[in-house]
Nanobody, 121 residues
Framework: VQLQASGGGLVQTGGSLRLDCAASGRPLINYQMGWFRQAPGKEREFVASISRSGVGKDYADSVKGRFTISRDIAKNTMYLQMNSLKPEDTAVYYC???????????????WGRGTLVTVSS
């Protein structure tokens, strides 16, 4: 499966953005999907994941209640709706897919190119 993330940009504190992760080559329902982010000088960290069934969703504590992960099977696309953005959310965001269930681990087999989110204070 090939993944393409988009939707990043510059937003003020408290603003919203939606990231898209378009998949090609295989249906999304075959994979657990996840969003990760990497801020300058920091390691890549887990943001959110959605199970193959689409029922199971998990969020990092730092984004819980502000971010929502979802997917559209017909469009073969996963989303990350980000609300109430904070400067500490500034990072390059990556989408990922895996046949198994890596959960919060970064051990996903397939990764998209990142999209930069910058939140100004």
């Amino acid at each position: 499966v090939q993944l393409q993330a988009s939707g990043g940009g510059l937003v003020q504190t408290g603003g919203s953005l939606r990231l898209d992760c378009a998949a090609s080559g295989r249906p999304l329902i075959n994979y657990q999907m996840g969003w990760f982010r990497q801020a300058p000088g920091k390691e890549r960290e887990f943001v959110a994941s959605i199970s193959r069934s689409g029922v199971g969703k998990d969020y990092a504590d730092s984004v819980k209640g502000r971010f929502t992960i979802s997917r559209d099977i017909a469009k073969n696309t996963m989303y990350l709706q980000m609300n109430s953005l904070k400067p500490e959310d500034t990072a390059v965001y990556y989408c990922a897919a895996d046949i198994s269930a890596p959960g919060r681990s970064a051990k996903y087999d397939f990764w998209g190119r990142g999209t930069l989110v910058t939140v100004s204070s």
